[in-house]
T-cell receptor, first 113, second 117 residues
Framework: EAAVTQSPRSKVAVTGGKVTLSCHQT?????MYWYRQDTGHGLRLIHY???????EKGDIPDGYKASRPSQENFSLILELASLSQTAVYFC????????????FGPGTRLTVL | AQSVTQPDARVTVSEGASLQLRCKYS??????LFWYVQYPRQGLQLLLK??????VVQGVNGFEAEFSKSNSSFHLRKASVHWSDWAVYFC???????????????FGAGTRLAVCP
């Protein structure tokens, strides 16, 4: 079954530490996305990618880096984690023809202390 | 730029009752519109989608939504709610996809649906 998986599912990090969130998709999709969800807010786009070895900035890229080493894998990197980055992070993928129809992973709950 | 407003942060209905969740969008052109559902501790799943055509679209599990250009709305409906519908529902808008272009999907803040026995 086609799927988007994320690891870890939850993480506690210290302020100033480095955090890497990983995403893997078996949908054979070109597009991959990282979103952030905060309580009371919808999803906000951090970074996205439409091809391996290339990433694009979304609406809130500050403090985040992304890496797409292959079509299947997309990572989100917080070089210096901050309290304000405590949130749930979702990865998603979509096909090139219908990129608005996105398939989401289960999310990673990140707590920065 | 496009935007989405879901005016009701929380809605509570009795099991078996009808449901309407409201969504208003802002976009000057022809939008693609979506409803996504997020069940507890899960990612979002596509519930239904509107591409220009019939204004009433059917989704999974008895959900439907109606597009109104005059009201800039895309309200979600269900005739009889089940306890398993307890979830957060997100409306999303994407501009008409032009060949070779990319436009991001913009989400509303979500409506949390609670179902009472």
């Amino acid at each position: 079954e086609a799927a988007v998986t994320q690891s870890p599912r939850s993480k506690v990090a210290v302020t100033g530490g480095k955090v890497t969130l990983s995403c893997h998709q078996t949908n054979n999709h070109d597009y991959m996305y990282w979103y952030r969800q905060d309580t009371g807010h919808g999803l906000r786009l951090i970074h996205y990618s439409y091809v391996a070895d290339s990433t694009e900035k979304g609406d809130i890229p500050d403090g985040y880096k992304a890496s797409r080493p292959s079509q299947e894998n997309f990572s989100l990197i917080l070089e210096l984690a901050s309290l304000s980055q405590t949130a749930v992070y979702f990865c998603a993928s979509s096909g090139r023809e219908n990129y608005a129809e996105q398939f989401f992973g289960p999310g990673t709950r990140l707590t920065v202390l | 730029a496009q935007s989405v407003t879901q005016p009701d942060a929380r809605v509570t209905v009795s099991e078996g009752a009808s449901l309407q969740l409201r969504c208003k969008y802002s976009y000057f052109g022809t939008p693609y519109l979506f409803w996504y559902v997020q069940y507890p501790r899960q990612g979002l799943q596509l519930l239904l989608k509107y591409y220009p055509g019939d204004p009433v679209v059917q989704g999974v599990n008895g959900f439907e939504a109606e597009f109104s250009k005059s009201n800039s709305s895309f309200h979600l409906r269900k005739a009889s709610v089940h306890w398993s519908d307890w979830a957060v529902y997100f409306c999303a808008v994407n501009p008409l996809m032009l060949s070779g272009s990319f436009n991001k999907l913009t989400f509303g803040a979500g409506t949390r649906l609670a179902v009472c026995p």
